[in-house]
């Protein structure tokens, strides 16, 4: 049988996290009623007009430079003529002739070692409504509420050659994103999106085969899957002789199937021209100087900083920059307590396994960095057991609690309290003769067994070193 | 006294000395209303509660809230500009029964400024037309002869004023849609420099050179309209941070020494005999005042059509997609599924002429004709500004005809709309280059119909072609009105 | 010579632009849009080679606002002129079948 590759290019929508909308003074907040986050511009109503948000801008510059693009100085926005209903005005105003940011790349890894995507294009463009379906009334429903939500399309050369570079690739700029704080891309509320146009070739082909382009793809699994179906769905079509059709084509994940989206209304021509709307956009080179300089630091940056600086090893740094936000937690929890490398164990321990255990999102751990640096300091000083301290950082992790306060209020100090401590050994000692005898008589190996009774009956209170230098002097005086 | 034969600053004036009331300008628009407007049909919707209105601008002048010196004179808008609450139907079906819940800007700027808004004129549906024929709601009668049309497509708002049915109204101009029903009525209407007046709220037919502006009985009154309707707009990208806004102290009746610039090719065949004379006769007057004028030529002229016609026709089809049955306006009763409802809605809701712009303009801009019609067009566009420019840079001001002809027939110009399209000549290069254009009339024809002429600036020089209007006004004396041989 | 207009071009017309004509309403359209091309076909006189398309008279300052909320809930207002709408949606045909 022939041997063939899958050849992947993605169109990656990601919503930018402005507080309005890109052309008007409406709110971008998720999950209102519908059509309340609506006005004249983004309902398209006669009379109105766009004017833009100078955040998206910056948003696209931080986004494009992140990813080594080229920007287009001098930059226009263009009509896209289509009709549908969830598109108010029938046009989306987005960018074709002059795209903001263009020619860049990123590098991702996969199982196959590190390998560079290339980035066609990025550009500035309105989301549109939602549209339901009213089963009762067999019609449809739209809500303005997300019309004119700002996004950027990033556009990637047929590059990827197979899913694992495609999630490689996605994750890439999640991850990117999320560290420029551009976007939240959240899969689930819509706010990263990726249509796929996909082709196959026999190995070691020149030509590009036909390719589809897929949509309708709401996460990274139904992405994953919707390769491996047209791939092969290709591959068939191919080996029976029978040529691949260039079309659009909807997936289905229930039926892990696609289906083309083919209507004779659709023209397919979009007869994009200049917005006469939104004059020009001048980007100066100070401007993207000052972008540039306030660009945070990216993953790559910090994970060769925890390296260097801290002294973590490659793996950990790795985990802990998945997520700026974790990273952010790690670094403030670190600053506050004063060793990075004990504050990075307990993230690699404590922090993600709580995480995962309660099936959480990283962007939603929510502790402060004070708390549980005020427990690391307690574990450091002896003033609760490490034991203690994991039970207690869980209330932390979960509700934030004080640290200080709550160990105090539960009796979980560590006492210092020595004449206590002589009692609980004398009481331990008198109970326990025989062992007794045999420590006077020089067996060391039962001072084990004394320490763990002692701390037993102390519950955790004591501290170990102190309960073995006392038992010493106890068992001294009985000689 | 005749409160209607007065100009709106004459009104504005005599409210201020407490010599007449808001309320009796108001009545008097009324009045010729009653009398006339079952002819002329230039309002397609009245408002009474401007009585109400007028009572409080009374309130307002006297307190000192309004101190403009159009407080309380009634104003006409033209339908394609939004007012908050009242229907705005752009003359058009798929529009009838839509009322904005907002205001256009200068709306606000007019309420603002104390003026009483009478209501709503007619036009070419989506102000695309050169006769307001193409309403959806019945013609409008040029009042200087009722078998005429008032010229297009502000002709409701030209006709109006001609009529005395208000002292002042609004129109637009895309491609000499004021400038061109002024001159047909014998009126004096303004297309400001492009950007001048928010375009927040007008209905856009072709966004990159539509412009509202004023039309009023002279000149003055013309600029006092337009000191209150221009400046920045934040809800207008195109919108431009002017400060040269004063342009009332601009007519000072003196233009010894500008340069008047007229383009040769612009007298030419196709220009009606009595027209041109009308036009030689200005020349002179202007010379006589001191003014330098020269000929000059335009070699641009014959590409000026047939690129603003691709330009605005392809603007057009994009901004009128969004009237489709879904967020407004009128929906067909009857469809089966999504596309069905957007077809049947549209080629009901819109009549013949908007229908050949959208037609031309989905073709100009579609898949293997945008690079040779529609960017040849915008390269087109970019040779003719460069052309006025050049003229710019040696003339003040430049004159031409504001129509090939007086007001046709009614009728007559709809059967063949290249032709009809042909006769704005001389006003559509306005648009194209976004430079500031008056009229002003200057004669009569032998049957009686108004001719003007039009003055026309470089961009921000709106001062000039006041001043240079006004001088010549002055000059001529004044224009009689419709009906009458005797003067206003 | 300019583009010929078939019955297939004014069927792609009538799609883009949501229109659709009776026969003889598409043979006067077809003549009529015949008749402009040919006249707006003179623009090919000019050598505009060197010519950059002007899409914008002034283009010289950047227009932007500040990412701040204006708007509140206009939900009533923005319905009310919808031709058909239902819980506080405006409602259409079918889109997918």
């Given at each position: 049988m022939k041997q063939y590759e899958t050849v992947i290019g993605l169109e990656v929508h990601v919503e930018l996290a402005t507080k309005t909308k890109i052309f008007c003074g409406c709110s971008t907040e998720f999950g209102g009623a519908p059509n309340t986050h609506t006005c004249p511009v983004c309902t398209g109503m006669p009379g109105s007009l766009p004017v833009l948000n100078k955040k998206v801008v910056e948003f696209a510059l931080k986004a494009g430079l992140a990813a080594n693009c080229q920007i287009h100085q001098y930059c226009k926005f263009d009509r896209k003529n289509y009709f549908y209903p969830d598109n108010p005005q029938n046009y989306q105003i987005s960018q074709l002739y002059l795209p903001i940011c263009h020619d860049g790349w990123v590098e991702i890894e996969t199982s196959a070692g590190k390998k560079k995507i290339r980035i066609h294009e990025m550009h500035m463009e309105e989301d549109a409504g939602k549209l339901i379906h009213d089963e009762w009334e067999d019609c449809s429903l739209v809500d303005?509420?997300?019309?004119?939500?700002p996004l950027i399309e990033i556009v990637s050369e047929p590059d990827m050659r197979s899913s694992e570079e495609v999630i490689a690739y996605l994750e890439k700029l999640r991850c990117m994103m999320q560290y420029l704080g551009v976007s939240d891309c959240k899969l689930q509320e819509g706010s990263m999106r990726a249509d796929v146009n996909l082709s196959v070739r026999e190995v070691g082909a020149e030509e590009f085969g036909t390719r589809t382009e897929m949509k309708n793809l709401n996460s990274f699994k139904a992405i994953a899957r919707a390769i491996e179906g047209e791939r092969e769905r290709q591959i068939e079509l191919i080996e029976e002789g029978k040529a691949v059709t260039q079309e659009t084509r909807r997936w289905d994940d229930n039926k892990e199937y696609s289906y083309a989206m083919r209507s004779k209304e659709d023209a397919k021509d979009y007869r994009y021209f200049p917005d006469p709307d939104l004059p020009p956009i001048h980007i100066s080179d100070a401007w993207i100087e000052k972008i540039k300089a306030e660009q945070p630091e990216l993953r790559e940056a910090k994970q060769a900083r925890y390296q260097e600086e801290y002294g973590l090893p490659a793996y950990d740094a790795g985990i802990l920059t998945e997520s700026r936000h974790l990273a952010g937690l790690f670094e403030e929890t670190a600053a506050i307590y004063g060793n990075a490398k004990k504050t990075a164990n307990w993230f690699m321990g404590e922090v993600l396994r709580l995480t995962k255990d309660k099936a959480m999102d990283p962007e939603q751990v929510s502790f402060s960095p004070k708390h549980l640096a005020d427990l690391l300091v307690m574990v450091e000083k002896s003033e609760v057991s490490p034991q203690n301290a994991k039970k207690v950082f869980e209330k932390v992790f979960a509700e934030d609690i004080d640290p200080v306060a709550y160990i105090e209020e539960h009796g979980l100090k560590i006492v210092e309290d020595t004449g206590l401590l002589e009692e609980t050994i004398n009481r331990i000692l008198d109970a326990n003769p025989g062992p007794l005898s045999e420590l006077l008589g020089g067996k060391d190996k039962v001072m084990g067994f004394f320490v763990g009774q002692i701390m037993k009956e102390m519950k955790g209170k004591a501290n170990p070193a102190s309960a073995r230098e006392t038992l010493m002097k106890e068992v001294e005086k009985r000689k | 006294m005749e409160l209607e034969k007065l100009t709106a600053l004459q009104l504005g004036e005599k409210i201020k000395q407490r010599q007449v009331s808001v309320l009796d300008g108001v009545k008097t628009v009324f009045e010729q209303i009653e009398k006339q407007d079952s002819e002329v049909h230039a309002y397609l919707d009245t408002y009474k509660e401007a009585y109400k209105r007028a009572e409080e601008v009374q309130k307002g002048i006297e307190d000192g809230t309004y101190t403009s010196p159009l407080a309380g004179v009634p104003i006409a808008i033209k339908d394609n500009i939004c007012i908050n609450g009242k229907k705005t139907t752009c003359a058009s079906k798929i529009l009838e029964n839509f009322v904005p819940q907002y205001n256009a800007e200068v709306i606000d700027r007019l309420e603002k400024a104390g003026l009483v808004i009478i209501g709503k004129t007619n036009m070419d549906e989506f102000a695309m037309g050169s006769t307001t024929e193409t309403s959806a709601y019945g013609i409008t009668r040029n009042p200087w002869n009722l078998e005429h049309v008032p010229g297009g497509s502000s002709g409701g708002s030209c006709a109006a004023v001609a009529a005395g049915e208000t002292y002042l109204a609004l129109g637009s101009d895309t491609g000499g849609s004021i400038r061109q029903p002024s001159s047909y009525c014998g009126v004096t209407g303004i297309k400001p420099t492009y950007g001048t007046v928010s375009r927040y709220g007008l209905v856009a037919y072709a966004s990159s050179l539509d412009q509202i502006g004023p039309v009023g009985k002279d000149v003055s009154d013309c600029a006092a309209l337009l000191e209150i309707i221009a400046g920045h707009d934040t809800k207008d990208s195109t919108s431009m941070k002017r400060e040269d806004l004063q342009f009332s102290k601009e007519l000072t009746g003196d233009i010894k020494g500008m340069k008047f610039g007229v383009p040769e090719e612009y007298l030419a065949e196709g220009l009606d005999l009595e027209v041109k004379a009308s036009f030689m006769g200005v020349l002179d007057t202007l010379k006589e005042l001191g003014a330098e004028v020269e000929f000059f030529s335009i070699k641009t002229m014959e590409y000026m059509i047939p690129a603003y016609y691709i330009i605005a026709s392809a603007e057009a089809s994009s901004n009128l997609e969004?009237?489709?049955?879904?967020?407004y306006g009128f929906r067909a009763a009857e469809y089966e599924g999504l596309h069905d409802m957007y077809k049947k809605t549209r080629t009901a809701g819109f009549g013949e002429e908007v229908k050949r712009r959208i037609m031309l303009g989905s073709f100009v801009l579609s898949s293997g004709y945008y690079d040779a019609y529609y960017l040849k067009a915008l390269r087109t566009k970019a040779l003719i500004k460069k052309e006025f420019d050049q003229a710019f840079g040696k003339y003040d001001v430049l004159l031409a005809p504001a129509s090939p002809f007086t007001a046709p027939k009614i009728g007559e110009s709809l059967k063949d709309p290249l032709a009809m399209y042909l006769g704005d000549i001389y006003t559509v290069a306005v648009n194209l280059c976004g430079l500031p254009g008056i009229t002003v009339p200057c004669g009569k024809d032998s049957k009686g119909l108004p001719i003007g002429i039009q003055m026309i600036g470089d961009c921000f020089m709106e001062k000039k072609i006041l001043r240079a209007a006004h001088a010549y006004e002055t000059s001529r004396g004044s224009f009689a009105v419709p009906g009458e041989g005797g003067t206003r | 010579m300019a583009k010929i207009i078939d019955d297939e071009t004014m069927e792609n017309v009538c799609i883009l632009a949501k229109l659709s004509l009776s026969e003889e309403e598409k043979e006067k359209a077809k003549a009529e849009m015949q008749k402009m091309l040919d006249y707006v076909e003179k623009l090919d006189e000019l050598d505009t080679s060197e010519v950059e398309p002007m899409s914008h008279i002034f283009q010289d300052e950047n227009v932007f606002r500040e990412d701040v909320v204006t708007n509140g809930d206009n939900k009533e207002a923005m319905l009310a002129n919808a031709p058909k709408a239902k819980e506080g949606q405006y409602q259409v045909p079918k889109t997918i079948g």
């Open positions: 303005y509420n997300r019309s004119g939500v | 969004r009237f489709d049955g879904v967020k | -």
